[in-house]
C-alpha cells in the first residue's frame, strides 16, 4: 500500500533557529515522485518541489532543502535560519503509477516559528 | 492572474441543500482534480478528470458529482448535503496524469459549512 507518514504533528521553534519536517512514504513501485507542499494560515496550497525517485540529489533553495534518501524511504525537508513567514504547515505527498496522478498526502506538519 | 480559481470561496448551507463549487485553471492543463481536507487537515482525492473524461473516482459518496464541460472547467455538484460533508475543498490541475509525475497546482479552496 502507498503511505506517507509525517510522525511530526506540531513543531515549535524561535525564529533563526534550523528545523528538519521529516517524511517518510512507503510504495511498491520502483517509479515514484515526491511533493512538498506549505499551506500558510491564509489556507491555500503552494507548491514547493517534486522529486522522482531516481533522482537522490539533495535540492537546496535558498534556506530550504531537501533531502532524499531511498535506502530510509525518507525525503525530510529542513528550513535554515526559520522566519516567522514560514509558520504553515508542511505537506509531504506521493505519486506514481498506481493511481493516475493521485497525490497520496501525510498527515501534515504544524510548524509555529516565534519571533 | 489566478492559476486555478475557485468559487465560492466559503459556502455556508443547510443540511440537505444541494450546492456546488466551480473550478476553473487557465494553465492549459489536461487533468484536474478534487481533494477534500477535514477538520484534521488531511487531505484526500475524490476525482480526476483528463480532457473531461473520468479516470479517478474514489470511494465518494452517490452525493458527489463532478462535471467537466471542458478541460479548464471541473465543478463538483454536492447533493443532499450532510454534517459530515463540512471540509475544505481543493480544486487542482496538472499538465497530465501518466505516471504521476506532473506537478499539481491547487485552488485556494473553498470552505464547505453545513449547518
Not at chain 1, 20 to 39: A, S
Not at chain 2, 81 to 96: I, K, N, Q, T
Request: overall charge negative; glycine content about 8%; some cysteine.
Amino acid at each position: 500500500a502507498q503511505k506517507v507518514t509525517q510522525a511530526q504533528t506540531e513543531i515549535s521553534v524561535v525564529e533563526k533557529e534550523d528545523v528538519t519536517l521529516d517524511c517518510v512514504y512507503e510504495t511498491r513501485d520502483t517509479t515514484y515522485y515526491l511533493f512538498w507542499y506549505k499551506q500558510p494560515p491564509s489556507g491555500e496550497l503552494v507548491f514547493l518541489i517534486r522529486r522522482n525517485s531516481f533522482d537522490e540529489q539533495n535540492e537546496i533553495s535558498g534556506r530550504y532543502s531537501w533531502n532524499f534518501q531511498k535506502s530510509t524511504s525518507s525525503f525530510n525537508f529542513t528550513i535554515t535560519a526559520s522566519q516567522v513567514v514560514d509558520s504553515a504547515v508542511y505537506f509531504c505527498a506521493l505519486s506514481g503509477g498506481f493511481g493516475g496522478g493521485k497525490l497520496i498526502f501525510g498527515q501534515g506538519t504544524e510548524l509555529s516559528v516565534k519571533p | 492572474d489566478t492559476a486555478v480559481s475557485q468559487t465560492p470561496k466559503y459556502l455556508v448551507t443547510q443540511m440537505g441543500n444541494d450546492k456546488s463549487i466551480k473550478c476553473e485553471q487557465n494553465l492549459g492543463h489536461d487533468t484536474m482534480y478534487w481533494y477534500k481536507q477535514d477538520s484534521k487537515k488531511f487531505l484526500k482525492i475524490m476525482f480526476s478528470y483528463n480532457n473531461k473524461e473520468l479516470i479517478i473516482n474514489e470511494t465518494v459518496p452517490n452525493r458527489f458529482s463532478p462535471k467537466s464541460p471542458d478541460k479548464a472547467h471541473l465543478n463538483l455538484h454536492i447533493n443532499s448535503l450532510e454534517l459530515g460533508d463540512s471540509a475544505v475543498y481543493f480544486c487542482a490541475s496538472s499538465h497530465g496524469t501518466s505516471g504521476g509525475e506532473e506537478t499539481q497546482y491547487f485552488g485556494p479552496g473553498t470552505r464547505l459549512l453545513v449547518l
